[in-house]
């Protein structure tokens, strides 16, 4: 599968079944997420990956929308995290929490190439997750990403609209609703 094709393929299913995780996964995904491009070269993401079945549940429980019941299939929860100041600031512009969405982006990119789902989700209590984790209090929990098998039927669990978007991938915005050439106007 080439870059494009991963891009395409990619999607955030919840409809998940159990996958082996193994340490070299997790080793592969961290060295694909490490390879993007940050801010003189800061690498300001850490990354907690969870795929211990006791941690998988209590890191479940930082989970806050009823409608998030679909995470309990997840196979590994990564737990995305950094601080201001491990990435630079110039200016107004702090880069860590950009620098940190690629290499989040990266990671999801490789996932999907290998045939996995990598579900980014910010619906958690940020101070549970970092004391299940023990992140440090100055660290930010950006996101979580929820990581499984795509599973063969739709997950009884999802609301109508989540299993819509199972079966139909969502629209998406047309070139001249994002994009212009060469001024705004």
Known sequence: MNVNEAISTRRAFRSLEPTKITEELIYDLANNAKLAPSCKNSQPWRFVFVYEKTQLKEIMKSIISPNDKWVKNASLI????SHIELDCIIK????YLYDTGIAS???ILR???LGL????IAGFEEEKVKNILDIPKN??????IIVGKKASKINENLTDMMKSTE???PDR???KEFAYLNTYS
């Open 173 to 175: 915005l047309r070139f």
């Open 92 to 95: 107004e512009r702090l880069y």
């Open 167 to 169: 079966t139909r991938a």
């Open 105 to 107: 982006a990266f990671l």
């Open 139 to 144: 660290m930010r929990v950006i996101s979580l």
């Open 117 to 120: 789902i990598a579900h980014p």
């Open 111 to 113: 996932a999907t190439e």
């Open 78 to 81: 990564i737990a995305v995290f």
